[in-house]
């Protein structure tokens, strides 16, 4: 008998007589035809056959198969080796599982890198709603597959996905993630190696249902803000279907079952994350949840310390066009907190975003700039700049405030997109009342002045909740926002 992949689900072949359902071979709903191999790593191929079978796995770049046994569940696991990618080589390759006269062979596979893309409704926001989408539905990128994973939930850890394994192009790509697509079609033609991009994450969704329930449990701070009120509550109680809600995409844990952990036997090369719209009015809490996540993911993974690069929320006024409101901004500082993770980056959107819209269409640059982030810190690429300038110190003078940035992030000097003077930049003296200020660039600082301010002790840059902002270094990337105070925030910010 022949079982053929061809995605899910599984079309079987003929046989001489019935089998019953554990006696079938399957693989994995995640191992599919059309998927892209993670090249240079220990690939495992896993499922169900009968208990005590023998299992042969064999991929066409292999000298002899591997012999696994099914355990008392039924369930196997292999691990094949795979080899590095070739520069502009897309041969495709198959893998055959084998079971007495069941066989089952992925086809049409590429060797190459897998990203894994999650987060909320910025990630997920498709290409046929960004900026210039006709042109970039049209130009597909064929050496790109893509995975959209459907939605589900589940209250305790599962194995399987609904979704399809596709090549890109037009028809494929034009529902897929705008920020992914676009990191992966940068990355792709850099590097001139097959690309897989997998997407499974959904809008609205906080950041604490991506962590697994034990984490949220062993931590006494993540129990008692997101898990403890969860469980404690009707909600805990209820039937858990794959049916989408507002509250329910904020539930603990849930998403992490059903999204997250069907993938960690997945070989990939790393992780890019927007998620943070939701858990806007959050701190320390999030900051600590969203360590919890990595370190969580790193740990199911078991690939080491896997690259997490991960999007900075874009400006947004809540409906409040005052400048005076500050919560994006110290959500924001919380955000940069999570940089104290190794092998952690974050991308700076705060000049392609839009006040009045909390999904802003500009997606190219967010994904390219996840891409800016992987060619330089994972794939080695020393000279590719990713960083726009990041406040280092300031000197007061008198009635006026230099800015000083770090040297590394201001790659081809300090400029402004719009030829303008930098904007949002604001002054306050001893009485903590912060004025706009008037900003000029000299070499790679920025002087500040505001009339009003006599004596300067502080100095904020972008810190509030809608900027769409001009200062950026010669390479193209914006300036990071910050404040050099440590004044508490005030109740009313949002």
């Known amino acids: ?55 042969s796995i064999k991929a066409d770049w292999m000298p002899s198969a591997i012999q696994v046994v099914c355990d008392n569940q039924g369930a196997f696991e292999g691990i094949i080796t795979v080899p590095k990618a070739k520069t502009g080589d897309y041969t495709p390759h198959h893998i055959i599982v084998r079971y007495g006269n069941q066989i089952i062979q992925l086809n049409d596979l590429l060797i190459g890198d897998v990203w894994f893309l999650s987060g909320q409704s910025n990630m997920q926001f498709a290409v046929h709603e960004m900026l210039d989408s006709t042109n970039t539905i049209a130009s597909a990128n064929p050496h790109i597959r893509l995975l959209n994973v459907a939605l589900n939930f589940s209250a305790s850890p599962i194995d399987s ?8 192009s037009p028809a494929s790509v034009r529902d897929f993630s705008a920020v992914g697509y676009s990191f992966g079609n940068k990355i792709q033609r850099e590097l001139d190696i097959p690309v897989g991009l997998v997407f499974s994450g959904i809008g609205a969704s906080a950041v604490q249902a991506f962590v697994p ?48 952990h069907p993938f960690i036997r997945l070989s990939i090369k790393g992780v890019c994350w927007y998620q943070g719209a939701t858990n806007y009015k959050d701190r320390k809490s999030f900051t600590q949840a969203t360590i919890a996540l990595i370190k969580s993911w790193r740990k199911a993974f078991q690939q080491g310390d896997l690259p997490f690069n991960f999007v900075q929320i874009a400006p947004y006024a809540h409906g409040k066009m005052d400048p005076t409101i500050a919560g994006d901004g110290f959500f924001r500082e919380a955000q940069h907190h999570i940089l104290r ?8 959107t705060m000049d392609v975003g839009s006040p009045e819209n909390l999904h802003p269409k500009d997606k190219k640059p967010v994904g390219e700039r996840l891409a800016a982030t992987a060619l330089n810190r994972t794939y080695g690429r020393l000279n590719e700049p990713y960083l726009g300038p990041e406040f280092d110190y300031v000197r007061f003078t008198g009635d006026t405030a230099t800015v000083h940035f770090l040297p590394a992030t201001t790659s081809g000097g300090l400029t402004t997109r719009d030829a303008k003077a930098p904007a949002f930049f604001y002054l306050a003296g001893s009485d903590r009342v912060f004025h706009p200020a008037t900003a000029t660039i000299r070499a790679n600082t920025v002087v500040i002045y505001a009339k009003e301010v006599t004596r300067p002790v502080a100095v904020r840059y972008a810190f509030f909740n809608y900027p769409v902002t001009n200062l950026q270094n010669g390479a193209g990337f914006p300036a990071l926002p ?3 105070d440590n004044w508490p925030e005030k109740p009313e910010n949002y």
């Open 213 to 260: 329930e034990a984490v949220l449990q062993k931590d006494t701070m993540l129990n008692r803000v997101y898990l403890s009120p969860y469980l404690s509550s009707p909600k805990s109680k209820e039937k858990i279907d794959a049916g989408f809600s507002f509250e329910k995409v904020t539930r603990p844990f849930l998403l992490y079952n059903a999204l997250i």
């Open 161 to 168: 996905i609904s979704g399809t394994w596709k090549r890109c």
């Open 341 to 348: 993770l190794n092998n952690t980056h974050m991308v700076v």
């Open 1 to 55: 008998m022949i079982l053929t992949n061809l995605g899910s689900p599984f079309v079987y072949g003929q046989t001489t007589s019935p089998l019953q359902p554990e006696q079938y071979l399957r693989v994995s709903s995640v191992l599919q035809n059309h998927m892209v191999v993670q090249q240079n790593k220990p690939f495992k191929v896993w499922g169900h056959g009968p208990v005590g079978a023998s299992i």
């Open 482 to 484: 910050f404040r050099t």
